[in-house]
């Protein structure tokens, strides 16, 4: 429900706010005074395509804001607000939408952005426009299944079969999936089956490359590592002035000098640990000199090794061979054996897949052909009921539309069985059904599309007559009928105010009327005025448009004025008091 409208610099208002309440709002005033202005800015805030024209002059952007409140049971919008992280604050949602001079525009959920697409759909679950503007659901098809299934009871039976025929869906894309993966099943098993092999002959271990790498420069550089290693070992202790000879000398002399003065004691042991520790490392190069050996064959059988597995690296140290996916990625700390092993089992993991989809295969089939009998079912059930409601419906609605100023029209719901080249039943999301709203608006016509009728005015008794007859199950909370009184006059006019009257014990009505049998049915009654202003930038006057709420005797004026263009005549007074005692609802 709409709770406040603010609207700043749209076309000919300043500045404008305003609070409404539920039941029946009524919008009077002159012709010309800017009703149709109020109508366009909840139709931008709608989210109606909108251009830089509608910036009154002189200012750099238009702005219209609202706060709506969201009942809990319109679970389809607080779903919608859910799926995009937008909170409601004590049950409401502030609503602010800008268009600059440029034409750019920005919306607002909260402080969220979002785009006038994004807008136009939420809006569309809680507003009708009825009139001579865009949002006019009656227009649209889907629109005439969802007001007939709510008519005759079958949302509920018709989101069922909307849920099996989506899990229908996604079960036959599984199966072409699976059928069309069969046509390159054997190639790829043979392939995924080679990799198993050869990655399993390979004999990999972890950490293999780098040791490989480490003996073939060992093997490969034999002459100068022999050469470093006995120059090393002939300075360490082969020499006659090796560095063993050496600290053996001074060893000594430094063991006499401490038997004289004990204070180079401590000395003495740190030689003679170095000492040690020489004598260690010149045992471990004569340990590992006798493992030197030139040894060809063996660096030929390393190189090859390396070759065979810089091979497989190149090959599988990126993940399996393509199969029209992605390969996963190597983690960067793992080594190529990891990766080139985690490939094997990444291989045997598809082929056991692959192995699984002919069961997998003909258990969706099995599935399908259930679900498919179980949609025909369905689908049958629903078309009967639904034509049952249609003709209820075409015939309700016909009644309201003759005591609303159209007796001759005749409306009818179509309900038409989609079907398939062989003559079976063709399912869509809703069933197989097309329904349409058709009427004839004089004796003799044949129904046609609602599309086709001329007048706005028509068009909105007609949704006046359905929202009539789907006032208490209808989720829609707020409903703008504008000018719904075009033509129409004495009786027809009480029978329009008493349906506005009826639909607005239990929704929020927007109604911009020129007749007073109307305007005095309003819970809340605003006046739509254009004056002129002083213009502070120049001087000059300007014209503004502005609304107010009427109550008490500036109501009953209006009343008057409506009545008879005079609002202080004696007799249009009177009949004024005499409609507002008679319609006023306590």
């Known amino acids: ?18 609070s409404f309440q539920g039941g029946l709002n009524i919008l009077t005033g002159e012709t010309g005074a800017g009703k149709s202005i109020l109508v366009g800015c909840l139709s931008f ?40 992280d937008i909170p ?55 629109a005439h299944r969802r007001y007939l299934d709510r008519f005759a009871g079958l949302e509920g039976e ?30 790829r098993l043979e392939l995924l089956a080679y990799t198993v092999e050869e990655i399993a002959k390979a004999d990999i271990r972890r950490g293999e490359i780098r040791e490989l790498e480490a003996e073939a420069a060992r093997l490969g550089d034999f002459e100068k590592l022999a050469g470093l290693v006995n120059a090393a070992a002939a300075l360490l202790f082969e020499d006659e002035g090796s560095l063993v000879s050496l600290a053996r000398r001074a060893r000594n002399s430094l063991e006499s000098a401490a038997a004289i003065d004990s204070s180079l004691a401590g000395l003495q042991k740190q030689l003679d640990d170095w000492y040690y520790a020489v004598e260690d490392i010149g045992r471990d190069i004569r340990a590992y000199r006798e493992t030197l050996r030139s040894d060809p064959k063996r660096l030929e059988e390393v190189e090859e090794r390396l070759a065979f597995l810089y091979r497989l690296k190149k090959k599988y140290g990126s993940g399996l061979p393509p199969s029209g996916g992605a390969a996963p990625g190597e983690d960067a700390a793992a080594s190529f054996e990891d990766a080139i092993l985690a490939c094997r089992e990444r291989a045997e993991q598809e082929i056991e897949a692959l192995a699984g989809a002919v069961e997998g295969r003909e258990s969706l089939k099995t599935e399908i052909g259930l679900l498919e009998r179980d949609i ?12 049952a409601g249609a003709e209820q419906l075409g015939g309700r609605i016909s009644e309201i539309i003759a005591s609303l100023g159209m007796p001759n029209a005749r409306f009818s719901v179509a309900v038409k069985g989609k079907r398939q080249g062989s003559g079976g039943l063709l399912c869509g999301p809703w069933g197989a059904d097309d329904v349409e709203f058709l009427i004839s608006a004089n004796i003799g016509e044949p129904v046609k599309e609602l599309s086709r009728i001329a007048s706005g005015g028509e068009l909105s008794r007609v949704m006046l007559a359905i929202k009539t007859v789907l006032s208490d199950a209808d989720a829609i909370e707020t409903l703008i009928f504008d000018e719904v009184d075009t033509g129409v006059g004495g009786e027809v006019a009480l029978s329009v105010g008493d349906y506005l009257t009826k639909i607005g014990g239990t929704k929020q009505i927007f109604c911009v009327t020129h007749l007073a049998s109307i305007a005095v049915r309003a819970d809340n009654h605003f006046k739509v005025e254009k004056h002129l202003v002083q213009d502070d930038g120049n001087q000059a006057e300007r014209t503004v ?27 249009a007074l009177a009949h004024a008091d005499a409609l507002l005692t008679r319609y006023t609802r306590s």
């Open 1 to 18: 429900m709409l709770e406040e409208l603010t609207v700043k610099n749209y076309a000919l208002i300043d500045a404008l706010s305003l």
């Open 45 to 84: 805030l709608l989210g109606a395509k909108a251009d830089a024209e509608v910036i009154r002059t002189g200012a750099d952007e238009a702005a219209v804001s609202a706060v709506l409140a969201i009942r809990q049971e319109h679970r389809e919008a607080l779903a919608w607000l859910e799926n995009r």
């Open 88 to 142: 409601l604050e004590e049950g409401r949602i502030i609503i602010r939408r800008h268009i600059k001079g440029s034409g750019r525009g920005s919306v607002f959920m909260q402080h969220v952005p979002v785009t006038r697409n994004d807008l136009a759909e939420f809006m569309a679950l809680l507003f009708d426009i009825h009139g001579q503007h865009a949002h006019e659901s009656l227009l649209r098809k889907e």
């Open 158 to 187: 018709a989101e069922e079969f909307n849920q099996i025929f989506l899990t229908l869906t996604e079960k036959k894309k599984a199966l072409a999936g699976i059928i069309n993966s069969e046509r390159d099943r054997n190639n």
């Open 376 to 387: 025909i079912s369905r689908a049958q059930s629903l078309s009967g009921k639904r034509s």
């Open 545 to 571: 448009t502005s609304v107010s709420v009427l109550t008490g005797d500036a109501r009953r004026q209006e009343i008057a004025r409506m009545l008879a263009g005079d609002s202080g005549g004696s007799a």
